[in-house]
């Protein structure tokens, strides 16, 4: 069974960075997509940056030059580096991956990000 474990969440000033990891255990092969959403009180889940198995990335407008999003195959673990981060940045942020001939998708339990002073 493939379960994914975030970590890294918490409560930070505006301006501060933090590092979100999320590490996939059990039988996941052939991953196709690894991405970070977030989602806010009273709106919709966001994409906020993802990777795919070639290595090329995207983000959401609202976090370019400021997140980044990178992998370590050998662990089939996905991080999301955020600097100079800010309250419009508060959201609980989940990880997502999508994996083998089936396109299965796996989501992680979510972790809070607060930004605020």
């Known amino acids: 069974q493939v379960q994914l474990v975030e970590s890294g969440g918490g409560l930070v000033q505006p301006g501060g960075s933090l590092r979100l990891s999320c590490a996939a255990s059990?039988?996941?092969?052939?991953?196709?997509?690894m991405g970070w959403f977030r989602q806010a009180p009273g709106k919709q889940r966001e994409l906020v940056a993802g990777i795919v198995s070639g290595g090329s990335t995207n983000y959401a407008d609202s976090v370019k030059g400021r997140f980044t999003i990178s992998r370590d195959s050998a662990t089939n673990t996905v991080y999301l580096q955020m600097n100079s981060l800010k309250p419009e940045d508060t959201a609980v942020y989940s990880c997502?991956?999508?994996?083998?001939?089936?396109?299965?998708?796996?989501w992680g339990q979510g972790t809070q990000v607060t930004v605020s002073s």
């Open positions: 059990g039988s996941i092969f052939n991953i196709n997509f």
């Open positions: 997502q991956i999508v994996a083998g001939n089936l396109l299965r998708v796996y």
